[in-house]
């Protein structure tokens, strides 16, 4: 124990404390490689986004917020995710397709914005196509008889979608934001478009897909 705190040798003590240090450092310099080989920072899971179509119902979201909106506001795609293959059916009869508006709630308070979807369904006997992309969906909410918000005010890169559907098989559309916000074509770029009345006021949620509008409308009310 002596000859470790105080070395003995022909020459300065000080170079023998110089010589552990340097070998302490490597000793050190050691233990933190091969803690960083094993440990391995940086190296968790890859993260994995699903895409923005299905149909099952609509997913639900754990806050609004992440889901916001702006003037530009888009619907959702929709995708039957059919195994029959399109060019085996024949275009939907407007008379066999049932369009129905959802809402993620019935009522809103003053810090929740609405999410909007549509299911759509074949009541047919047999499989048919249609064009259910967002280029041939129209969201429209009123209350009374005025027109506060229409989803083809400010779309942006409306696109075509075929979708296959099985007959009896009710198909989600992907739900998207609503601002909460009266549109029109003239305050798209605008980042203060004014609020639509709440504290208690009904609405009501209407939707048309391919020239088809749903039967009934959606009620709920915002706080």
């Known amino acids: 124990m002596s000859t470790i705190r105080h ?29 960083l080989i094993v440990v391995r920072p940086g190296s968790g899971p890859a993260d994995a986004s699903n ?31 059919s195994t029959t293959p399109p060019g085996e059916v024949v275009a939907c009869a407007a008379g066999n397709i049932s369009i129905s508006p959802v809402t993620d709630a019935a009522n809103y308070d003053a810090s929740t914005k609405p999410q909007l979807s549509f299911t759509i369904t074949n009541t047919g006997s047999e499989p048919c196509k249609i064009n259910a992309g967002t280029s041939q969906q129209v ?30 098989v009710a198909v989600s559309s992907t739900p998207f934001t609503w601002d909460r916000t009266r549109s029109s074509k003239d305050t798209c770029s605008a ?9 208690g006021a009904s609405y009501h949620l ?18």
Do not use: M
């Open 191 to 199: 980042t203060d478009r004014p609020q639509v009345p709440a504290a």
């Open 51 to 81: 895409g923005g179509i299905h149909t099952g119902p609509p997913p639900t979201t754990a806050s609004t917020d992440a889901a916001d909106t702006t003037a530009s506001s888009t619907p959702g795609a929709v995708d039957a995710s």
């Open 206 to 223: 209407n939707v048309r897909v391919a020239g088809i509008d749903s039967a009934d409308s959606q009620q709920f009310i915002l706080n």
């Open 7 to 35: 070395p003995v040798g022909p020459q300065p003590k000080k170079v023998y404390w110089r010589r552990r240090l340097v070998v302490l450092l490597l000793a050190l310099a050691i233990i933190a490689i091969v803690v």
């Open 139 to 168: 969201y429209t909410i009123t209350s009374g008889d005025e027109t506060y918000w229409v989803s083809t005010d400010c779309q942006t890169d409306p696109s075509d979608t075929e979708a296959v559907l099985e007959p009896g």
